[in-house]
Antibody, heavy 118, light 107 residues
């Protein structure tokens, strides 16, 4: 079964750093882009950026460039999303999704809730 | 970036009725338009890709049409499990963008 399993919920304070993960299984992880998607409460999803684990090529949506870092370790089939200094406005649900060349985002992780509060 | 506008914001219908959801793009998205279903507490699920192709395992009551700037998702006869929020998404231009969603609720 093709699946993406994300790390658990996080509660952090403003200014703290954070790295969340997304582990793929059931397919060749290096052959598909992985995207990170933010969804704020009651809002539509927003694509933050994508990474190709085969060579770590990364693209960011302009509004997220410089705000987060996307990386991957193909040896353990895992992609990451990290912040160096969290803000309260980073409070949201974050999903990873496999991006198929033909179909788009066809497999999604279960989501990681990030809460940033003093 | 391409802005996607979905209408209506809310659709109130009864089981068995036909649902027609619209997605309009601010510039041509060619046919690189997908539809997703999202239920409370769940991740989005891919329904339709490239405007009119059903994803694996999606029932035939879901159909998509359109190209360029105007797209439609049709649910021919609503089942109880179809009441959810539906999003369109384009991947014609970077960055990929989503619409704001249409909620299909029980009348």
């Amino acid at each position: 079964e093709v699946q993406l399993v994300q790390s658990g919920a996080e509660v952090k304070k403003p200014g703290e750093s954070l790295k969340i993960s997304c582990k793929g299984s059931g397919y060749n992880f290096t052959n598909y882009w992985i995207g990170w998607v933010r969804q704020m409460p009651g809002k539509g999803p927003e694509c933050m950026g994508i990474i190709y684990p085969g060579d770590s090529e990364t693209r960011y949506t302009p509004s997220f460039q410089g705000q987060v870092t996307i990386s991957a370790d193909k040896s353990i089939s895992t992609a990451y999303l990290q912040w160096s200094s969290l803000k309260a406005s980073d409070t949201a649900m974050y999903y990873c999704a496999r991006r198929s060349r033909l179909t788009g985002m066809d497999v999604w992780g279960q989501g990681t809730t990030v809460t940033v509060s003093s | 970036e391409i802005v996607l506008t979905q209408s209506p914001a809310t659709l109130s219908l009864s089981p068995g009725e036909r649902a027609t959801l619209s997605c309009r793009a601010s510039q041509s998205a060619s046919n690189y338009l997908a539809w997703y279903q999202q239920k409370p507490g769940q991740a989005p699920r891919l329904l339709i890709y490239e405007a009119s192709n059903r994803a694996t395992g999606i029932p035939a009551r879901f159909s998509g049409s359109g190209s360029g700037t105007d797209f439609t998702l049709t649910i021919s006869s609503l089942e109880p499990e179809d009441f959810a929020v539906y999003y369109c998404q384009q991947r014609s231009n970077w960055p990929p963008t989503f619409g704001q969603g249409t909620k299909v609720e029980v009348k």
